[in-house]
């Protein structure tokens, strides 16, 4: 029986099999599926092959989910399919997941060609065994062990062009690949690195009939079953890049492709074909029609976390190795006319618009003539490195008379990702407030040029009004290799990374659709100006096994929803860790949770006086968490240890335990008096000890609350605590503790303050407390407390000046501030 990868019916197909696997995994924390190798790492369209995954935590392996449309998988046994790729599948790179007992795996990159495919025959690690193959081929090849090195042989024809190039990061190989050419009495006659990115490419016109040696090894010659590549050895058409690197949407345009071979390339009658005059690269221009002139998700190429909101298409030359990208823009796209490399000579634009060219020679500058009005706030954005093009881009404003710089753009050196989906990148972009009325320079150049003439450099620079932009991407919280599996009657976790562009700084909604039955997954918010916080992903205890996507988007206030990007992490830890995007965020559900939390941040507080409270929360006052733990196995009591997850950076985290004959618990957070209003969502994470197997073992467990959404108002009152108020207390003892009660925004009205816990008020852990009213202008007070004789000694968790502010006797405002006590013999 055979599966289909990446569509609807694939969830139906292998239902009843994931069910029978799934209904016998054991209460514990299952293992995390990951997908280490895929050999070989690619195969041609319309052909069929035997492919061997390998990884950890894949027990009861059934198939594969693949991103390549078409694609079926035929399941072997011993970690071995059978792939049919169909004739029609568009060459690319593609994710490929192994579905097992314990979910889906983490991503590896699977390229599909349209070449022939090939594979090196060990031993090859001298010249004399060097593997024969052909030209126009793909040779599947793996540097085993520190040390390796492949040799290859091919024969080539005086005047033909043959192009070497070599796969291995862009396919998720650890391998850093040194390419080297040599003739048959073993002259090297070209060597090659990090052309594209870290990967290698020789374009080499053939001099003389004859056979051809190609060596690949690592740059540091280590190797290991992770050191895998393809190498293309090719004669036929292949495309470098597009100029102009971005088109507006809707519209038709001519683009030039430029690369190898393209003379040979079959297209239309309205294709224009000809030579580069001044570059080693051969030129064709297509005609990209207003239909294809569209952004498009996903696309058959590799993207990492920077270029999260970099939109465009892939399009493909017929007969080409692989698809080139063509950016999309919605303002209007002005192609630099080749004459502007000067101030003198500069080429007037107007606002908003985007600015392309190629900055081909070293020391090449184009320059744009703008006016702008006093006050405008402009953004400038420029896409070298993002768009895959070798520049260092450096973008400055400078007056209309060239005398004076004002303003220049800055690289984006904040990691808002962090270790997991590194943002980071060395495009500049900058904000800018228009001085005055005028005419004003903007130089677009490349900072790391040298003698060399490389067409490949190509550049973007949108120059745009403060028009806000939102983009997001998320990734398995886990920290690692991983795919989102979540087990039934628990919850996974999402981290979710938001790009704020062109003055984006309120709130942001995150919300889930076309949700399987039985899986929920609540909005959350990331607060002003936050740019990481947590998803939840929970399933019901009566959820089907499932295998599918999750789809999540993204809302601000002044602009429509903005769809989510997928991410993985390839490999973690460093110096060789790697992420990027996926084509899609799969999702399944699997097993039984060992135990579940259900947070909630708005629970009443009964108060004395003013009855049954909903907290109102504001800078200056202390959101409540209560914490319940739903344990699979009642008989195993063990101490549950808690902490924040996705607190916003302003707030303080912190910690408690549930003690292991409870089933409830708090976590309490200051929220700081600098805390802006909005929307906010926090979560829970959990740890503890569940029972395994028959014999009970115990092993520890990390679980996640549902998310807790929050609003933060503006405050009525702050409440702040004398810094010499005692920290100490003994029982039977009266302590005296002096704080003030400052109003603010307007608030005139009573205040009345108590002792509180997160759960009590008045009469909290053996003290006894009489409360305090504020009238008039008031601002200090006491709180006398008393301890009884039998007050549990040792510090008293979340202990808490709090205070009301009432309106017509009914208590609508709330404030706090922690009181740090402890209770002593």
Known sequence: MKHRCSLPTFSRCLALAVWLLFWQSGHGQLPNPVLGTVTPAGGSAGSSLTITVKGSGLEGLRALRCTAPGVQFEPLGDGKFR???????????????????????????????????????????????????????????????????????????????????????????????????FDTNGKQLVASRSHVGIDAVIDFHVPQDGSYLARVHDVVFSGSANHFYRLDIDHGPRVAVAVPAVIE????????????????????????????????????????????????????????AAQTGVEGFAYQLPGAHAPVFIGISEVPVIVSQGANHSAQSSQSVEYPCEVTGQLSQGDERHWYRFTARRGEVLYFEGLGQRIGSPVDLAIGVLDAENQNVLFQCHDESRNVGGKTLPTNHHDPSGRWVVPADGEFLLVVRNLTGGT??????????????????????????????????VHRGGRSMLDVVAFRRRGLTGSIRIAARDLPNGVSCPDVWLGPGIERGQVVVSADETAE????????????????????????????????????????????????????????????RKHHLYGELRVRHSPGGILDVAVHVERRDPSHRADVQLIGIGVPGQIANQTATIAANRDKGYLSFYLPPTLPVGQYTLGIQATTTVPTGADKKTQSVTVYSNAVNFEVHRPAFQVALDPYAPRAIKRGEVIQVKYTVRRINGFIN????????????????????????????????????????????????????????????????????????????
């Open 249 to 304: 949407a809707g519209k038709a345009a001519s683009v030039r492709l430029l690369g190898w071979n393209l003379n040979d390339a079959t297209t239309n009658d309205t294709t224009e074909n000809r030579a580069t005059a001044s570059t080693a690269l051969d030129q064709r221009v297509v005609e990209i029609p207003p239909t294809l002139a569209q952004s498009q998700w996903p696309l058959p190429l590799g993207f990492i």
């Open 83 to 181: 792939a049919t790729i169909p004739a029609a599948t568009p060459p690319g790179l593609y994710d490929l997941r192994a579905v097992g007992q314990h979910g889906l795996s983490s991503a590896r990159i699977f390229q599909i060609s349209h070449r022939t495919e090939q594979h090196e025959l060990e031993p090859n690690d001298l010249p004399a065994k060097a593997s024969a193959v052909m030209t126009g081929s793909v040779v599947n090849g793996v540097i085993g062990a520190g040390g390796d090195q492949d040799y290859f042989q091919f024969a080539a024809t005086r005047g033909q062009r043959i192009v070497l190039e070599c796969w291995a990061q862009r396919i998720d190989s650890t391998l850093h690949p040194v390419l080297e050419l």
């Open 750 to 825: 009573k205040i009345h303050t108590e002792l509180a816990t997160a759960r009590d008020v008045t009469s909290v852990g053996g003290l006894l407390c009489r409360g305090v009213t504020f009238v008039g202008q008031t601002e200090s007070g006491v709180l006398q407390i008393v301890a009884n004789s039998d007050a549990p000694l040792g510090p008293i968790s979340f202990l808490r000046c709090y205070a009301v502010g009432v309106v017509e006797d009914e208590a609508i405002y709330h404030g706090s501030c922690f009181l740090p006590l402890k209770v002593v013999e």
């Open 545 to 604: 096994p499932y295998i599918g996507a999750l789809h999540l988007e993204g809302f601000e206030a002044s602009g429509p929803p903005r769809p989510a990007r997928g991410g993985v992490v390839v490999r973690g830890g460093t110096p060789n860790g790697w992420s990027r995007l996926t084509a899609e965020l799969p999702l399944a559900v699997v097993g039984e949770a060992p135990l579940r939390i259900t947070a909630n941040g708005h629970e009443t």
């Open 452 to 485: 060399r003439v490389d067409p490949r450099r190509v550049y973007r620079v949108s120059l745009r009004r403060e028009e806000p932009r939102l983009d997001l991407a998320v990734i398995p919280h886990n920290g690692g290799p991983a795919g989102l599996n």
